[in-house]
């Protein structure tokens, strides 16, 4: 079955203490993402990554970093999380690049930092 | 900076209405614009549209795209209670690479 996994899909964290959300696809696409979504402010694009070894920064990426050593998995690394980063991530991957087909989107983590 | 704008923000109707949701977009390069729908986890696609004027069709959602005016509509006829969700729009562009949301709209039919 086609599929993004994410892990853990909820986690509870103080501030400070380095985490990372796994994602992976099962698909072979070049392309994936992770998103946050708040309230009102739909989903909001932190990184993405065109193909092995190659990532860039969306347009919420301060206190995220990613890495994409293999195709199939793109996990998003928080450093030192802080309050401000609670929110619901979603990594999502797809065929043809940003909107070139659809995207599939993982379950979805939702963090929580105390 | 890239920007989509959905609205309404939210939206009651009852069972058997007929809604209209829309987005509006300014995206440099413009690719493709989607809609997704998100119930209680993650967004599932419904349409993508690249060509103006041509209506994309799925059962009882229609969606059409406007590149003049830069917009799209999502259309839901005969609605259910499995039609409540957040309808999300997104834009991208050219380079493949960025896909802007909208905020979304809320929609719950009630029985």
């Known amino acids: 079955e086609a599929q993004v996994t994410q892990n853990p899909r909820y986690l509870i964290t103080v501030t400070g203490k380095k985490l990372t959300v796994t994602c992976s696809q099962n698909?072979?696409?070049?392309?994936m993402s992770w998103y946050r979504q708040d309230p009102g402010l739909g989903l909001r694009q932190i990184y993405y990554?065109?193909?092995?070894?190659?990532?860039d920064k969306g347009d919420v990426p301060e206190g995220y970093k990613v890495s994409r050593k293999e195709k199939r998995n793109f996990p998003l690394i928080l450093e030192s999380p802080s309050p401000n980063q609670t929110s619901l991530y979603f990594c999502?991957?797809?065929?043809?690049?940003?909107?070139?087909?659809?995207?599939?989107f993982g379950q979805g983590t939702r963090l929580t930092v105390v | 900076e890239d920007k989509v704008v959905q609205s309404p923000l939210s939206l009651v109707v009852h069972e058997g209405d007929t809604v209209t949701l829309n987005c509006s977009y300014e995206?440099?390069?413009?690719?493709?614009l989607l809609w997704y729908k998100q119930e209680k986890k993650a967004p599932t696609f419904l349409f993508m549209l690249?060509?103006?004027?041509i209506e994309k069709k799925s059962g009882r959602l229609s969606s059409i795209l406007d590149k003049k005016e830069l917009s799209s509509i999502l259309n839901i006829t005969a609605t259910q209670t499995g039609d409540s969700a957040i309808y999300l729009c997104?834009?991208?562009?050219?380079?493949?690479?960025?896909?802007?949301f909208g905020g979304g709209t809320r929609l719950m039919v009630k029985p």
């Open positions: 990554s065109m193909n092995v070894e190659v990532t």
């Open positions: 999502a991957s797809s065929s043809q690049g940003a909107g070139g087909t659809e995207a599939f």
């Open positions: 698909m072979n696409h070049e392309y």
């Open positions: 997104a834009a991208s562009n050219n380079a493949g690479n960025m896909l802007t």
């Open positions: 995206v440099t390069n413009f690719r493709s």
């Open positions: 690249t060509s103006s004027g």
